[in-house]
């Protein structure tokens, strides 16, 4: 049932007008008071009235990411774990974070939350494959559960929208801060997190390719090797390249496996001297820039990811306000030593 304005105001002994002014930042209330009316709104899980709606109770919303040793994922799991509450938004985050991209890991987890949560809506990053396809359609046009994607998206699915980075835009980026960097020659290195599965990579390589091929031809591009995940692997495959193949002053990475590659040029010297360019403004990252091991970072609107999409299913589930878009790109950042905080 719920929750309503005079029950607040009970639960903090308080008037109903001290409530209103208190949740709407208006004068009148002693701070003290102000502060008590806001976490007793937020446990209770209260929203304000809006003309012509009604007071809503909280939904169930499912979240399930894959990858979950990338420190992205983690940072966005943590986001998206804590918005309702920083938000006052009345939603009990079910979350699910996989350390692998298994297919039928993801819908194990789709369907445990689904047969035994009774969800509302579920925000999903889903893998490639047809049958994460098959299963949103499904959620959203049989079983009433509509699904946000995030991160990453399947756009020929029935998913109510898209909150994430274009990816192949960030690959570009990527791309054009190497060719600049690398004064348009030489050899650079992808590697990836991943041969198949990832949306993301796949992505962010193609665009990284179509770049360097339209706007930097003098660069030349080695086969993409993939460390599958596995740091140590990502290590030994730098440690190897190079040893083995001369003239490589850039590494790009798609995803995974930055602190094996970190561990590799500072082990053998190269730091500096090989131009790195990275996705996701995490910590480590910028540390390494810091640390002068990497040029450039492309971050993927880490924020928007974790808020946006449980605003855009609730507003769905409670309002019955569907999305004014079906996609909604999130803003591609650049940090480098020059404006890092």
Same mark, same amino acid.
């Given at each position: 049932?719920?929750?309503?304005?005079?029950?607040?105001?009970?639960?903090?002994?308080?008037?109903?007008?001290?409530?209103?002014?208190?949740?709407?930042?208006?004068?009148?209330?002693?701070?003290?008071?102000?502060?008590?009316?806001?976490?007793?709104?937020?446990e209770l899980g209260y929203i304000p009235?809006?003309?012509?709606?009604?007071?809503?109770?909280?939904?169930?919303?499912?979240?399930?990411?894959?990858?979950?040793?990338?420190a992205f994922v983690q940072q966005l799991?943590?986001?998206?774990?804590?918005?309702?509450?920083?938000?006052?938004?009345?939603?009990?985050?079910?979350?699910?974070?996989?350390?692998?991209?298994?297919?039928?890991?993801?819908?194990?987890?789709?369907?445990?939350?689904?047969?035994?949560?009774?969800?509302?809506?579920?925000?999903?990053?889903?893998?490639?494959?047809?049958?994460?396809?098959?299963?949103?359609?499904?959620?959203?046009?049989?079983?009433?559960?509509?699904?946000?994607?995030?991160?990453?998206?399947?756009?020929?699915?029935?998913?109510?929208?898209?909150?994430?980075?274009?990816?192949?835009?960030?690959?570009?980026?990527?791309?054009?801060?190497?060719?600049?960097?690398?004064?348009?020659?030489?050899?650079?290195?992808?590697? #990836?997190?991943?041969?198949?599965?990832? !949306? $993301?990579?796949? @992505?962010?390589?193609?665009?990284? %390719?179509?770049?360097? +091929?339209?706007?930097?031809?003098?660069?030349?591009?080695?086969?993409?090797?993939?460390?599958?995940?596995?740091?140590?692997?990502?290590?030994?495959?730098?440690?190897?390249?190079?040893?083995?193949?001369?003239?490589?002053?850039?590494?790009?990475?798609?995803?995974?496996?930055?602190?094996?590659?970190?561990?590799?040029?500072?082990?053998?010297?190269?730091?500096?001297?090989?131009?790195?360019?990275?996705?996701?403004?995490?910590?480590?990252?910028?540390?390494?820039?810091?640390?002068?091991?990497?040029?450039?970072?492309?971050?993927?609107?880490?924020?928007?990811?974790?808020?946006?999409? #449980?605003?855009?299913?609730?507003?769905? !589930? $409670?309002?019955? @306000?569907?999305?004014?878009?079906? %996609?909604?790109?999130? +803003?591609?950042?650049?940090?480098?030593?020059?404006?890092?905080?």
């Amino acid at each position: 049932m719920a929750v309503t304005l005079q029950q607040v105001a009970d639960a903090c002994g308080v008037s109903r007008g001290t409530v209103d002014r208190a949740l709407h930042g208006k004068e009148g209330v002693r701070p003290e008071v102000a502060r008590r009316v806001r976490e007793a709104a937020r446990e209770l899980g209260y929203i304000p009235r809006r003309a012509g709606t009604a007071e809503l109770r909280r939904a169930r919303i499912g979240v399930v990411l894959h990858t979950g040793s990338s420190a992205f994922v983690q940072q966005l799991a943590k986001r998206l774990r804590r918005f309702p509450e920083q938000a006052m938004l009345p939603v009990d985050v079910l979350l699910r974070v996989m350390d692998d991209t298994d297919v039928h890991h993801q819908l194990a987890l789709i369907d445990d939350l689904v047969h035994n949560e009774q969800l509302d809506g579920l925000v999903l990053m889903p893998l490639a494959h047809t049958l994460l396809r098959s299963r949103i359609n499904a959620l959203s046009e049989n079983e009433g559960i509509p699904v946000v994607t995030v991160n990453t998206d399947i756009p020929d699915s029935a998913r109510l929208a898209y909150v994430g980075p274009d990816n192949i835009a960030c690959g570009r980026t990527a791309a054009a801060l190497m060719g600049m960097t690398m004064h348009g020659k030489g050899r650079v290195l992808p590697i #990836l997190g991943q041969r198949s599965g990832h !949306f $993301a990579d796949t @992505q962010r390589l193609n665009g990284f %390719l179509a770049e360097l +091929e339209e706007h930097y031809p003098a660069v030349e591009v080695l086969p993409p090797e993939y460390c599958y995940l596995d740091q140590a692997l990502a290590e030994r495959i730098t440690r190897r390249v190079l040893r083995e193949v001369e003239g490589i002053n850039g590494i790009y990475l798609s995803s995974v496996g930055r602190s094996g590659v970190y561990r590799a040029l500072c082990g053998v010297g190269a730091n500096g001297r090989i131009h790195v360019v990275v996705h996701d403004l995490t910590p480590d990252n910028l540390q390494m820039v810091r640390d002068g091991v990497v040029d450039f970072v492309v971050g993927q609107g880490e924020k928007t990811q974790g808020s946006l999409p #449980l605003r855009l299913l609730y507003q769905f !589930f $409670a309002k019955r @306000q569907p999305p004014e878009k079906k %996609l909604y790109p999130t +803003e591609i950042e650049v940090k480098f030593r020059c404006n890092l905080l």
